[in-house]
């Protein structure tokens, strides 16, 4: 930990740590977890704010030429996320009904890029002007 580190970070930390010693203790390595007696205050949350309609509306106008231009269009109009919008393949776009099935996600594990489900049920939708959730 460095001087300067969010509290967030810090939870973080100490939250691996705690976990490797209750493995730890798990094993008789360790007779009790030190991690858990250490008090933080607790974390803020910082609210994000999402765009307005007129602020996203002058970005697309900027991207416009970017190669990513229709990824940033299907997370700004669908809010899918970026793994999601990586993660899509032809075969789950259904032109006829104007839907996109969002069943998988990219995403990075022990530095190699896969192709996986996403994480959750909620997380496999439908988006589209005819999409059923």
Do not use: C
């Not at 390595?29 to 933080?40: K, Q, S």
């Not at 700004?76 to 999601?84: D, S």
């Not at 099935?101 to 890029?113: E, K, P, S, T, W």
Request: glycine fraction near 6%; aromatic fraction near 6%; charge should be positive.
């Amino acid at each position: 930990m460095r001087a300067g580190d969010s509290l967030a970070k810090v939870h973080v930390i100490r939250a691996v740590l705690a976990t490797a010693l209750t493995r730890a203790m798990r094993e008789d390595l360790v007779p009790r977890n030190v991690a858990r007696l250490a008090a933080l205050p607790p974390a803020v949350a910082v609210r994000q704010q999402p765009w307005s309609a007129d602020e996203a509306r002058r970005f697309l106008s900027r991207a416009r030429s970017d190669p990513l231009y229709a990824a940033f269009v299907l997370m700004l109009v669908y809010g899918l996320r970026r793994g999601e919008v990586l993660g899509l393949a032809w075969s789950e776009v259904d032109f006829g009904n104007a839907t996109l099935h969002i069943r998988q996600q990219l995403f990075r594990a022990r530095g190699v890029l896969q192709l996986g489900s996403v994480k959750t049920a909620a997380g496999r939708r439908s988006s589209g002007s005819r999409a059923t959730h």
